[in-house]
């Protein structure tokens, strides 16, 4: 079974070489039950790591069931120790967030053999302890701890088994029942090869090896072993789907124990995801409710709607003052409604800055003048009261209708209807209240007052011409074709010359405007999105941190892992999937914060907010590329660890 030739290996200690073995040959074969004995430092240990597969020597020659391992690659070499060897351990080594059950069963999750997973039970029947199976190492004594080890050690079926001073923190009843289990295996068959120095349980043994200074001094049979024929097996097997899955569940209830056994350090280590991932989703729903709040202010100003203005022209490299080249006239607004087949309504604009008071209140804020039709063309229906009336307009009433702002901070809560205003000292009835717009840019449409534009160019700014025409363009009216027909028509109606079109009237198009204030939306939407992103990197910073700090804590386990057959993809994933379920957890928690957070900025800012599913997935999927990424490095230092330095941290 086992055939060793000249096997050497050095250790440098400070400015001191140390030969652990020094030219070892050694042949044991199927069926014996052989203990290696030696004082401190005679390489027995050693020894029994190059048996293991644990460690590699310098040079000889190793063959295993007629296989030669010296040059045999790592993963390799997990295998051979998954499926031939079951390792029995002085200080037990078992994991202690697992019961003993889990313990036993934990060789399956490498070996992909999920018809085994019930045998734990009888196997820790078997070695005398099927009624603690649910008790945790720590609650368990050293003897029953050890029995533990035994059968995990035997969960694969092995046909060696290696046990190093499995007697050795023992008290002398359980030495006895433990010597008595390891007899018991080797006669039905199983290669049994252990460590010790302690004579009595040498002497128990079939064969005795012993060592001094890296060499074997003596090799003494006590009892002939019967020889039996190599009774290993490839368990081999290819891992299916299912088996691929069953190490899955198993990687993530243990990484969930992982964290639940550290969980001051994973709540911290989380931590930074949970403010990233509530960032990106309350940013994201500012600027999702922005755009909705942005198209419920741009239909508000009204449907189809064209600005018409003067506009400016260059003389000599300076730019003259608006309605410089023409102005616009009240009767501009008739003839274009007449003359203009897309034209469907139109109505004058005059802009003002007033002083408002009332009572003892008072407030400076936009004038505009406009006639009857401003009510249909921009949206604008009292939601108290009722828009002013033609007569009204033809006798340039002092008539008034305030937005929301307005009467907010002159009338508080109280019915603004009937009540008198003064508008830069004139008096003006309160008749309507318009309907509340939101705030466009960096303008508060409710901060406005609405006066009959006779009105406002009479008794108010004395003004003989319009600040600018709203016109209200048929359904299906090219929108392109009506601004160039309502050039062409102004050009011809004022006669302005060829040299000064270019920049005599301005038309500025809503839907233009909705679609340039929605571009700087996206813009700062993502800008308030990439800062929320920040933090989601520190917060890959913190696991992976936190992931090398439990690497180096855990160097021994991965040491037992490795032991028991766990590849390097299997640390790997280990370490991985306990990354992917910190950022999933945080994650999560991350997504009800940033929901939290954007109820409450609606409800006390009165910020319009809209969590999507697609902003959720955006960030949840970003937090666990982030956990996975920033996971990788310490699970890969955690994969690359050599399985006999692993175990003799600390």
């Known amino acids: 079974m086992i055939e060793l030739k000249n096997l050497r290996k050095t250790y440098t200690l400070g400015t001191n070489v140390v030969n652990a073995l020094d030219d070892v040959s050694l042949t044991i074969n199927d069926g014996e039950f052989v203990a290696i004995m030696g004082p401190s430092g005679s390489g027995k240990s050693t020894l029994m790591n190059m048996i293991g597969l644990l460690d590699t020597p310098e040079s000889g020659k190793y063959v295993l069931n007629g296989k030669e391992i010296s040059e045999t690659k790592e993963d390799d070499l997990a295998e051979l120790r998954r499926n031939t060897i079951g390792f029995i351990f002085q200080q037990f080594n078992l994991l202690s967030r697992l019961d003993a059950r889990s313990n036993v069963q934990l060789p399956l999750v490498y070996s992909g053999h999920l018809e085994n997973k019930d045998n734990a039970d009888l196997l820790l029947d078997r070695v005398g302890i099927g009624k603690r199976k649910w008790h945790k190492p720590s609650e368990l004594s050293g003897g029953q701890q050890q029995r533990v080890a035994i059968a995990r050690a035997l969960i694969n079926n092995p046909s060696l088994i290696l046990a190093d001073e499995p007697t050795g923190n023992l008290d002398s009843a359980s030495e006895k029942e433990i010597m008595t289990l390891l007899r018991e295996l080797n006669d039905a068959g199983m290669t049994v090869v252990i460590v010790t120095h302690n004579d009595e349980i040498g002497e128990q043994a079939k064969r005795v090896v012993r060592m001094r200074d890296g060499k074997v001094v003596s090799d003494t049979v006590n009892i002939p072993s019967d020889v039996r024929e190599n009774n290993f097996q490839d368990n081999n097997n290819q891992k299916g789907k299912s088996a691929f899955i069953f190490e899955l569940k198993e990687h993530l209830k243990q990484g969930m124990q992982s964290i639940l056994s550290n969980k001051i350090r994973a709540f911290l280590s989380m931590l930074g995801i949970l403010i990233g991932v509530g960032a990106v989703v309350a940013m994201l729903a500012l600027g999702n409710g922005a755009k909705i709040a942005l198209k419920e202010q741009i239909e508000s100003m009204g449907a189809n709607l064209l600005m018409v203005m003067p506009g400016a022209f260059r003389m000599g490299g300076v730019t003259m003052e608006e309605g410089s080249v023409t102005r616009l006239n009240v009767s501009d607004v008739e003839a274009l409604k007449k003359s203009i087949t897309e034209v469907n309504n139109a109505s004058p604009t005059i802009r003002g800055s007033s002083q408002v008071v009332y009572l003892n209140k008072n407030k ?266 920033f996971g990788v490095y310490p699970a890969l230092k955690a994969a690359k660890l050599k399985p006999i330095v692993a175990l003799r941290y600390e």
């Open 364 to 629: 400076r804020t936009n004038i505009t003048g406009t006639s009857i039709d401003y009510e249909q063309i921009r949206a604008s229906s009292p939601t108290m009261g009722r828009f002013f009336t033609l007569e009204e307009q033809d006798r340039r009433a002092s008539v008034a209708l305030l937005g929301t702002t307005v009467i907010r901070e002159l009338f508080g809560t109280k019915n603004p209807i009937g009540k008198s205003i003064k508008i830069d000292k004139i008096n003006f009835k309160v008749i309507g209240v318009l309907p509340r717009k939101g705030v466009a840019g960096p303008r508060d449409q409710d901060d406005i007052v609405i006066i009959p534009y006779t009105t406002a160019m009479k008794k108010m700014y004395g003004k003989t011409y319009i600040d600018a025409i709203d016109v209200e363009l048929s359904k299906n009216a090219d929108t392109k074709a009506a601004e160039e027909s309502i050039k062409e028509f102004l050009f011809s109606r004022h006669n302005v010359a060829l040299s000064q079109r270019e920049d005599a009237f301005r038309v500025m198009n809503m839907a233009e405007m909705q679609k340039m204030m929605s571009q700087m939306s996206n813009v700062m939407s993502m800008l308030l999105a990439s800062i929320a992103g920040i933090s989601l990197l520190v917060g890959g910073i913190g696991i992976m941190n936190i992931m090398l700090v439990s690497v180096t804590e855990r160097t021994r386990e991965i040491g037992i892992r490795k032991a028991i057959g766990a590849k390097k993809r299997d640390i790997l994933m280990q370490f991985l999937t306990e990354s992917f379920v910190i950022s999933f957890v945080g994650g999560v928690f991350g997504v009800f914060l940033g929901w939290s957070a954007s109820v409450i900025l609606s409800k006390f800012a009165g910020w319009t907010t809209v969590v999507s599913v697609m902003s959720i997935v955006l960030a949840l999927g970003f937090s666990l590329g982030i956990g996975l990424f």
